[in-house]
């Protein structure tokens, strides 16, 4: 876990801005840390999820508004990630998204941490669009019907104007 | 936060098993604990919440049902907490509960944190029947309208089959 | 938890700048919400903790190099929640800070959590200055010794360098 | 995420206990879930952490005696998480653990959550063996040295005590 010294002529190469479709800082609180003196690895998926959250906001994208309106909604599906180094108590990080495929029913992101010039944490993450399988009142009128009541989700194909207002993918292969 | 020695003829009184309505263990795990090698203070809220989960459980009350159902919910109304000694990784805790109001619309609870007889935190919950306002449906057909949205619970009071099943509380005076 | 209507003669009267220490702002993510549909109620603790500690630190106070340099650190001693109306999914908050007491060995804050103009929450938040018991070298030739591990910090009155740079009270009493 | 019947004739047949080398209840409480009305994702990885503690501790391995006393710890180094159906409130899951192979410094796990037959999430999770780099003191002298303190672990070879006590490892070829 050492870290290479970093040489005047190259600062912040890994974060050249066109690279990414996002860019989120995160500040480590109390509450993201472990007995260990570092950031629960587990938190490292909270801290990309609120990245791509404030990027589809950004885009105009109203996961609430949606959800509640029994649109449909984006869930998670796939999570990879390698934890290089550890992120501490006030450090100042930046989390990054990249769109590297865009399926049918489903988005698969590169996504990274990152404290200054040192790569922290590599992740992929892969989300997938869902429905509610039957109208709400439905499912209301079927109170205690357990079996009926737990798959209320189905996956489906991501509505057009949603694509439609996704980035072009930026291909993995560097990353 | 010295901790005086217990002497073998006062084994464990304050963990009297009469005076509780409910105990359930917990252990502290890495998720728990925070960068000054304690469990995160907040977290105390959610050790108490299991424990009343589990001893509603136990009554034969299903908050998952009644809450799919739309027949209504406890929330948490109200939380007072004193952390008088540290909990750690690997510790094994007994979280009581003790119900000490029961009113029409909510109920009150003494809960407490121990380690072996040690007395880690105390805290005071009161939580509160709510119903939702509105057929879901109505909210679907309305999505989008924040301001119908956001109050789609209000305070009731408690359904009879519920209080049926609730046990005297116990006086809080000597807590 | 009805919504009272705003006149416009009154916007955002209560979240009147001079009345606070600090405001810091916080968005509802996934990882705040629960199967309510609405924010965790233990999660508007972590809230608080973000804002003071923002607050801390605009204050010029490093709480990680002085807990790693053994000066000692803030830990929450008691807390008291009253939970008004929910926080949902997207909702941009602004969290508080007043503090309301500085004695010698904790200081007291009135926070509260704000939609717009709407109270969501409201708390007391008491922190209290500990020093760790015994040199660091001295736990780790002990380690195994739970009795003397368990209580590794004791209360101590806050250094004199930090009670320079916080700021004079505000009377809790309009609260 | 349709849920196959299950014929009375293949009970919990993926569940056959001689195929795990430990197994862990989790119930599903508030806390666990988001708005979504399931469990948050970033839980699963909670879950699985508190079956493998278990898991070590029925070992006889003590996580916190050995990180206190220096001698060094476990830390997640990668994890792959598949969700492939949805936990809800009060739902009561299984988590098992499988050790897949153990390296020099690491230990590799393949980790399934279950709802009584059916499979939620499947996960591998890899951890790698860390020791303190510098005498705690010697960290302490130096406080407010960003670049010494951040590293402030190095992967180490597993001790060969805890290797001692680790289980033959299960390929993980028909996971």
Redesign the interface.
């Known amino acids: ?3 290479s010294p970093v040489s005047p002529a190259s600062p912040e190469v890994p974060v050249e801005p066109r690279r990414y479709h996002h860019r989120y800082p995160v ?1 480590v ?3 993201d ?6 950031v ?4 490292y ?2 801290f990309m ?2 990245a791509r ?2 990027w589809l ?1 950004a885009l105009g994208f ?4 949606m ?4 649109e449909g ?1 984006f ?9 290089l ?2 992120a ?3 450090d100042q990080l930046t989390v990054t998204v990249v769109v590297t495929e865009i399926g049918r029913a489903s988005v698969t992101f590169a996504q990274e941490v990152w404290r200054a010039d040192t790569l922290l944490t590599q992740g992929m993450v892969r989300i997938g669009w ?1 429905q509610p399988v039957t ?3 439905a ?2 009128a079927q ?2 019907d ?2 009926s ?7 489906a194909r991501i509505p057009a104007r949603i694509l439609a207002i996704l980035p072009t993918p930026i291909s993995a292969s560097k990353g």
Chains 1, 2, 3, 4 share one sequence.
Not at 33 to 38: R, S
Not at 40 to 43: T, V
Not at 62 to 65: C, D, F, I, L, T
Not at 149 to 155: A, N
């Open positions: 876990m050492s870290v500040r609180y109390w509450e840390t472990d007995a260990g003196g570092i629960f690895y587990g938190n998926l909270k999820e609120r959250t404030e906001s109203g996961q609430e508004s959800r509640r309106a029994g909604m869930i998670v599906a796939e999570t990879t990630l390698r934890y180094k550890p501490r108590l006030d869902v109208p709400r009142d499912s209301v109170a205690g357990e079996a009541g737990e798959d209320s989700f189905r996956p």
